[in-house]
T-cell receptor, first 113, second 112 residues
Framework: SQTIHQWPATLVQPVGSPLSLECTVE??????LYWYRQAAGRGLQLLFY??????ISSEVPQNLSASRPQDRQFILSSKKLLLSDSGFYLC????????????FGDGTRLSIL | GEDVEQSLFLSVREGDSSVINCTYT??????LYWYKQEPGAGLQLLTY?????DMKQDQRLTVLLNKKDKHLSLRIADTQTGDSAIYFC????????????FGQGTELSVKP
């Protein structure tokens, strides 16, 4: 069966420091991969998605970047964190082209001080 | 543009039925999904319905779809305290590579 892992679960970082959040999927090949941010309210904002190695689409301009160095690995990065980067970051995967559900990891709670 | 709307809060008593409503805008959506989020956790896929169906039942969960009105509902029978969570409705944009548009989530509070 397929599983998705995100780490770390919780992270506290100072303003201006770099960031690297990692997400890996097991049990499937060539998944579509997604990064979402859930701010203090509820709404889920899609940040990046990837349909293959090295293929990254950005949904919103921001201080973050994403990379997919391997088929089942998705990394969310920043060179210099801002206070507004605080939030709950969720990674998700799906398969196929367009009508399959997304399956979510347990998320990373990022607090910027 | 695409939009999914839900009411923000619902409070029910244990044992009652809960009905969570959702409206969406993209008539080309092929699937509509319900996700559950417990505090501090990720989203768990609860159930989904294909757009050519009117109803889908899965144990205590019943999904109703009114495609004409673009209205989706999730009914939870015999609601338990463990059902307390935020429930998200989502539509899939088939023509945009499977991008999901989420509603803001309905916080279900179950009182004993």
């Amino acid at each position: 069966s397929q599983t998705i892992h995100q780490w770390p679960a919780t992270l506290v970082q100072p303003v201006g420091s770099p960031l690297s959040l990692e997400c890996t999927v097991e049990g499937t090949s060539n998944p579509n991969l997604y990064w979402y941010r859930q701010a203090a309210g509820r709404g889920l904002q899609l940040l990046f998605y990837s349909v293959g190695i090295g293929q990254i689409s950005s949904e919103v301009p921001q201080n973050l970047s994403a990379s997919r160095p391997q088929d089942r690995q998705f990394i969310l990065s920043s060179k210099k964190l801002l206070l507004s980067d605080s939030g709950f970051y969720l990674c998700a995967w799906s398969v196929g082209t367009g009508n399959q559900p997304q399956h979510f990891g347990d998320g990373t709670r990022l607090s910027i001080l | 543009g695409e939009d999914v709307e839900q009411s923000l809060f619902l409070s029910v008593r244990e044992g009652d039925s809960s009905v969570i409503n959702c409206t969406y805008t993209d008539s080309s959506s092929t699937y509509l999904y319900w996700y559950k989020q417990e505090p501090g956790a990720g989203l768990q896929l609860l159930t989904y319905i294909f757009s050519n169906m009117d109803m889908k039942q899965d144990q205590r969960l019943t999904v109703l779809l009114n495609k004409k009105d673009k209205h989706l509902s999730l009914r939870i029978a015999d609601t338990q305290t463990g059902d307390s969570a935020i429930y998200f409705c989502a539509e899939i944009l088939y023509n945009q590579g499977g991008k999901l548009i989420f509603g803001q989530g309905t916080e279900l509070s179950v009182k004993p």
